[in-house]
């Protein structure tokens, strides 16, 4: 009888929670201000564990750029008011640029830019896709302690798997984006 009711209560506080950071990594530091974002930064970062690299077009400009013609840089100048402008760079040619605004794009939280939080509910209507409940997730941007770029990307999810598998879990992925050299961005 007893494992009639640990099995159920088992499954009832099923979950899961996963935590990647990059190597070396040294946290964030505090940005007192927009203008520390400011400079050229390479697109994409340079995972040592053979995972797929991350890309700041990717996170700022989804669906534009494919794998195939990624940018090599990012530049960000500051822009008017509380605003960034952030550009796409390959072999000095801006390929895309767009101006990002505190409460509207982004929130300048202790020192952090703190990107728009995604929902999505999901059910299980695709194909192959045993969940029903809801996923979110959020990004975001900083500086670590010696300037490059650090992004944090979390997602959680709650709800239940087949119809009956309670599921839920967290998972966290931390990047390092390096700064470039000036000429990587070109005259931006």
Same mark, same amino acid.
């Given at each position: 009888m007893k494992q009639a009711v640990l099995i159920p209560l088992f499954l009832? /506080? +099923?979950?899961? +929670?996963s935590t990647e950071v990059t190597e070396n990594d040294t946290g964030f530091a505090q940005s007192p201000n927009l203008d520390a974002f400011v400079g050229c930064y390479r697109n994409c970062s340079n995972p040592s564990d053979g995972s797929a690299p991350v890309c700041l077009t990717s996170i700022l400009w989804p669906d534009v750029f494919t794998s195939e013609a990624? #940018?090599?840089a990012v530049?960000?100048?500051k822009g008017d008011g509380n605003s960034l402008i952030a550009s796409a760079i390959s072999e000095g040619a801006v390929l895309k640029l767009s101006r990002f605004r505190e409460g509207e794009d982004f929130e300048f939280k202790a020192g952090l830019l703190e990107l728009k939080r995604e929902y999505v509910a999901s059910g299980a209507g695709q #194909?192959?896709?045993p969940f029903i409940g809801v996923v979110t997730s959020k990004?975001? /941007?900083g500086l670590d302690t010696s300037g490059h770029g650090r992004i944090n990307q979390s997602t959680a999810f709650a709800g239940t798997g087949f119809l009956i598998i309670p599921v839920a879990g967290k998972t966290l992925h931390t990047h390092k984006i390096e700064r470039a050299p000036r000429a990587l961005c070109g005259n931006i």
């Open positions: 009832f /506080l +099923a979950g899961c +929670a990624r #940018p090599e530049s960000i100048q #194909p192959g896709n990004t975001v /941007l």
